[in-house]
């Protein structure tokens, strides 16, 4: 179990903290710490969102009783601060009155997020999966969707993929590698700051130098690809289509799987599945006019890991184990 | 187990009457009798649209030799019964011959009840989550969207949700109370008689008490809602916002969870979690034509129990200990 | 388990088309053979792209250490190929450049099915389920929707469904039977050409009579239902009313529920829901653009093996002993 300061002032910004690298799949203040400053670089009303939706939701998770080891581990903080922050991003344009509104509905977003995430992780160990950001997806677009209540607002618009562009892509340069893979990092707060991006691998670099290779890998795979089949480089730059790969590699390299070069290549096919799944998903997702987000790298790792619990190829680190890449190494057995 | 009347020619109508009943969670026929009285008085080819389905599914279900429980607690009536109701009422606009046409329909949805509700009950107990009226809403949208082979009808537009209003709504009065709450209470068989409402309340209060206070605390809780989100007043008067809540209240308040303040309060969180779920699937489900019907409810009272298993805030009543309210506080060790 | 030849320039072969048998439930490398010769008859490019992904998905299960099992009963080459060739044929019309593009999407979708069966088979084996198809239709309509990444081609567009045609049908003749049924054979690998259809016929055969019989059942019934309904006749004779429901009959009737007059009249309830479904689904996709293929027949596999379960009226042969519907009588007990 994970050690949480017992000071009391400081247990719940550890806890909230906690429930910021676990975005990135990082148990780390320190890490959760350098990505929320990275993350209030580019908007500070975000990373606001993010810790008072983390906070309602830790305060809650107590009320209820929920299992006080996810508590600490930060998995109700997570899940509260990461829909409230993009019930805020996307909601926001469509709000008379911003501050009340968003701050009533992050507030919402924090207490429904209780139980649908010890449900959904309860309900889903029964697979050896992991609930991940699938309980923040769904809650994220119920209230977008019943924000308004009558002609939806296309949130699934904010996705630079869906914008009309040119057939002849500009020449792919080191701009597009170095703007594509840390605007993916900042992509999944869906902030478009190249420093926020890079803080943000610092923060994951903090913890776990596995976890950071295989999220730079994750990224490069996506520019790769691009490259390869010719998508219109600005697209690119956005990040959009690296956010999810560099989250599923990361996920699926040392995380939830012991990292081997076997489990390299089997997380970067996983990456590869990403890219198809986020395309397919927000052209699906388009005439209801909602947003993928992650929830692609999500249906991903579930795919990539239940496959993986039937193949002596890779070896699946069980869920009550996870901690992080270097931690798993260590155990006997391996 | 129930004892259901030893008299076969009382049985049957005894099993009809259970049916009707559990579409409010009470399993008891007097209260099926005094609902579908009810519903008669708002449309008599409901009720028989009802009656007809739910006799199909239990005799199918006798014939397939399902759980001889079950069907005698009204599960097959009940799903069978419901889905002819609710086929027959969105799709009768829609046909040239209603009465051979629904006739067929009513008996097809009675049929193909019975294999999906048999098998997602059991799916579904290894989750320990009741099935309720998904199977229900799952055969619903299958037979709509297959009656019109071509260019979907707009069922979606039954929702008065989705139709154009003004800005400005008239200020809600004690009027907007009675009706919205009364008429939350028939929206659940898409009823739109207030006497058919009050009818349902008096049905709910002949079998528990408690199942009745919570409906009339999920209804209030609807109207609430609306007033402070400012909704356009006469949405509220037609139930539409209403029935969800309503059902939420009664199944978390007493039924799959044993009532207390705290099961109270968590019903009334779920209720809340309904309306913006019901908003939500509204729109989502138009762009396809589709009702939403009590579908937001299942799955929140679904993520509702998941969560609350993993709680030690509420405490879930066995699936097959489920009986009443008031019964589950007699048995020892509550 | 199934003798594989043990010859390897024989075994590779053997698999390939145990996987081809293995769409209409016949692990027969015979039946394969006249299989995919009726469907290269139609069109050599589909039998190339299906055998082009069956062999990737098996050298990749192989590498990724799956069941061995699995793979010699065709497991992966069925769904790798079965994949390979939808893509192909959904997919042909938005290339540029097919072949080289096509071969690149074909041996992706060959990779990536062999996670998602895998993984997908292993969890619903906890529902005693099998998956079926299920991995198949995923990957399809992330691939398609994915190939396209700024507005979706209609690929819903090739069913002749959703086609426009007069309100008077014209009248049914010995034609729409043969057609319609031999069609829908075919149709299941998206080719129309009655000789295809025949030789399926005759390739089920080989292996199990009363595969076949359950077969043409199910074929017949969707022309009646048709005659019934007054479906527009040249619909009919496309086969894309028949190929769920005889692939329906076929699973239920022998395959995955012992065979008796009991489960016959089961699987011909689940051919008449399955009609509905593909209809229903259909219409539903349509917005998306995205195919239903044989995802209906999936789902009612799956519904009415979930109530199976539970009803006296019917058994399920276990998962594990499937093999073919004369087998199944054999064994003692039955």
């Excluded at 803080?199 to 130098?209: D, K, P, Q, T, Y």
Aim: net charge neutral; aromatic share 10%; glycine share 10%.
């Amino acid at each position: 179990m994970i050690e949480v300061s017992k000071n009391p002032l400081l247990s719940f910004p550890e806890i909230l903290l906690r429930g910021v690298g676990q975005v990135f799949f990082q148990n780390n203040p320190w890490t959760g710490l350098i990505i929320i400053a990275g993350v209030a670089l580019s908007s500070w009303m975000a990373a606001v969102d993010f810790l008072l939706g983390g906070t309602v939701a830790t305060l809650v998770a107590r009320w209820f009783r929920a299992d006080e080891e996810s508590i600490r581990n930060g998995l109700f903080s997570f899940s509260g601060g990461y829909v409230g922050l993009l019930v805020g991003i996307f909601a926001h344009p469509a709000m008379d009155n911003p501050v009340v509104e968003l701050t009533v509905y992050v507030m919402l977003g924090g207490v429904l997020a209780v139980p649908l995430t010890s449900g959904l992780t309860h309900a889903l160990k029964r697979l050896d999966l992991p609930a991940a950001m699938f309980p923040v997806v769904v809650l994220l677009w119920a209230i977008l969707a019943g924000i308004l209540n009558t002609g939806l607002a296309d949130f699934s618009a904010a996705s630079p993929l869906l914008a009309d562009h040119p057939d002849i892509s500009p020449a792919y340069t080191w701009k597009t590698w170095f703007f594509g893979i840390t605007n993916g990092f900042g992509r999944v707060f869906v902030q478009l700051h190249p420093v926020t991006g890079l803080l943000i691998l610092v923060g994951i670099l903090v913890n776990s130098r596995i976890s950071a290779l295989m999220a730079l890998l994750g990224g490069c795979l996506s520019i790769l690809l691009g490259y390869v089949f010719g998508q219109y480089e600005p697209i690119l730059r956005t990040g959009v289509m690296s956010s999810n790969p560099i989250l599923t590699a990361v996920a699926l390299g040392g995380v939830y799987l012991y990292f081997s070069w076997r489990s390299v290549i089997y997380a970067l096919l996983g990456a590869l599945l990403s890219i198809w799944f986020m395309v397919a998903m927000t052209v699906i997702l388009a005439p209801m006019g909602l947003p993928a987000t992650v929830l692609p790298m999500v249906l991903v790792v579930w795919i990539m890991l239940l496959g993986g619990q039937t193949f002596g190829f890779v070896e699946q680190v069980p869920l009550s184990e996870v901690t992080k890449p270097e931690e798993h190494m260590k155990h006997p057995g391996r």
